[in-house]
């Protein structure tokens, strides 16, 4: 072990065993004395250690803390410590055999339940169809001049089944609630058809060269979708907080609603009833 001490301070430099003897607060006596000696051997005088503690010590030269024999030796005789309790531990503990583990129990499978779900249904069929007796209600030479142009007849089925796609859905929501039907799924079937809605005031954003008859429609369609879409912000309100949604207001809109539509098709595709025209007498 000696000259594996003696060959750690052969191996510093002049600079490295200086910093040794200038800071013998950080070490042991016996190794700053070792240090003192070997730059004594080297012939060279060796430094005043700092009087005071120093604010700001100047760095260790570039090999970093003291290595070598010394430093393995110690490193040896912690990783053989280290092993011997390992050792102990490992021996004093139980078998792992000798733990019992209890059989877990399979897991019965997930049960299934049906859930009753409120949707409206889906009329496209219906609108398909109304939007051709629509067409078919257009004079024959009107019709034959908007086809020969093209674009004119099919904006118009493009409107045409955008408003029969919102208006069946507004009058199925409309006759559940005057049934009496306010469920929990109603705010979500009125949003649902106000956005279907959207689809047409979108279309609206334009404007079209249509014949006489077929403007008539667009009017009727127009008027219609104003309507349905105030008595569906009435009937939100009912939904939000139950009440009886039949008033005098909703039944005037409903008629009126009626008499409009009974101009572009004579029953409704959702009831199967007829759109009644209001009569209305004038006295001369």
Do not use: C
């Not at 000798?98 to 069929?125: N, Q, Y």
Request: glycine share 4%; no cysteine.
């Amino acid at each position: 072990m000696a000259d594996s001490i003696t060959d750690f301070y052969h191996q510093k430099t002049d600079a490295e065993l200086q910093f040794l003897v200038e800071n013998p607060d950080y070490y042991q006596p016996d190794i700053v004395a070792e240090a003192r000696r070997e730059l004594r051997r080297r012939g060279v005088a060796p430094s005043q250690p700092a009087l005071a503690e120093p604010v700001a010590m100047a760095a260790p030269p570039a090999r970093g803390l003291p290595t070598g024999p010394l430093v393995l030796a110690v490193a040896v005789v912690l990783a053989l410590s280290l092993g011997v309790l390992y050792f102990i531990n490992h021996k004093n503990s139980p078998p792992a055999a000798a733990v019992a583990v209890a059989p877990t129990k399979p897991k019965a499978p997930p049960r299934l339940t049906e859930v009753a779900t409120s949707t409206i249904p889906d009329f496209g069929p219906a609108v398909v169809a109304s939007v051709q007796r629509q067409v078919q209600r257009i004079p024959a030479r009107e019709r034959a001049a908007a086809a020969q142009e093209a674009m004119p007849l099919r904006q118009y089925r493009e409107l045409a089944k955008r408003f029969w796609t919102a208006e069946t859905q507004t009058e199925y929501v409309m006759n559940q609630a005057r049934r009496g039907q306010l469920d929990a799924a109603l705010p979500g079937h009125i949003q649902a058809v106000e956005s279907t809605w959207e689809q047409w005031n979108k279309a609206m954003n334009y404007s079209y060269k249509f014949g006489p008859a077929m403007s008539d429609h667009l009017d009727i369609m127009t008027r219609v979708a104003r309507q349905q879409q105030e008595g569906l912000n009435d009937l939100l309100i009912v939904a939000n907080n139950p009440q009886s949604y039949e008033n005098d207001q909703t039944r005037k809109r409903a008629a009126d609603v009626s008499d409009l539509l009974s101009g572009l098709l004579p029953k409704s595709p959702v009831t199967g009833q007829p759109y009644n025209t209001i009569v209305r007498r004038v006295r001369l």
